[in-house]
């Protein structure tokens, strides 16, 4: 498979983002709002400096018995994270969720993110070129019968 995690796997995006300090409230809100699991964090000039996920929420504040409305972005977020870019291909970014526990990671073009890539998003792109290719092998081995 030599899917490109851009356009392949998902589309550039206008990606919600929070700063340092932002709340976990306000991170907390934007998520459910666009029903995403992840946000980036910029600085002023919108360049990523960070990424702070659904799991860092419930972990590192919800169970430590932190105050959400207290707490800040950048007393939780991920500095400086594992990034994709728009060429890299699909498997080498499933490879690198799966060996470093990632779910969601960035996709950035000139240090500003243009998408997030989740590996709901690999393993859909990954079950339908499997699909394809069984396709394919159907109707070169059985002819059209089981069509392309």
Same mark, same amino acid.
């Not at 207290?70 to 890299?88: F, R, S």
């Not at 990632?102 to 859909?124: M, Q, T």
């Given at each position: 498979?030599?899917?490109?995690? @851009?356009?392949?796997?998902? =589309? $550039?995006?206008?990606?919600?983002?929070?700063?340092?300090?932002?709340?976990?409230?306000?991170?907390? =809100?934007?998520?459910? !709002?666009?029903?995403?699991? +992840?946000?980036?964090?910029? !600085? /002023? /000039?919108?360049? #990523? @400096?960070?990424?702070?996920?659904? $799991?860092?929420?419930?972990?590192?504040?919800? +169970?430590?018995?932190?105050?959400? %409305?207290? *707490? @800040?972005?950048?007393?939780?977020? *991920?500095?400086? &994270?594992?990034?994709?870019? &728009?060429?890299?291909?699909?498997? /080498?970014?499933?490879?690198?969720? =799966?060996?470093?526990?990632?779910?969601? #990671? &960035?996709?950035?073009?000139?240090? %500003?993110?243009?998408?997030?890539?989740?590996? $709901?998003?690999?393993?859909?792109?990954?079950?339908?070129?499997?699909? =394809?290719?069984?396709?394919?092998?159907?109707?070169?081995?059985?002819?059209?019968?089981?069509?392309?």
């Amino acid at each position: 498979m030599h899917r490109k995690i @851009i356009p392949d796997i998902v =589309q $550039r995006l206008n990606i919600a983002s929070v700063k340092v300090d932002d709340t976990i409230y306000k991170c907390a =809100q934007i998520m459910a !709002d666009a029903h995403i699991a +992840a946000l980036i964090v910029v !600085d /002023d /000039d919108g360049i #990523l @400096i960070g990424i702070i996920t659904e $799991r860092d929420l419930t972990q590192q504040v919800l +169970a430590a018995g932190l105050d959400g %409305k207290t *707490t @800040i972005v950048g007393d939780v977020m *991920t500095a400086n &994270p594992d990034i994709l870019g &728009p060429e890299d291909s699909a498997m /080498d970014a499933l490879e690198l969720m =799966q060996n470093r526990g990632y779910r969601h #990671l &960035p996709v950035v073009e000139n240090g %500003k993110c243009i998408s997030i890539v989740s590996s $709901r998003d690999l393993y859909a792109s990954i079950k339908e070129a499997l699909e =394809q290719d069984i396709r394919e092998t159907k109707a070169f081995v059985f002819g059209d019968r089981y069509g392309a």
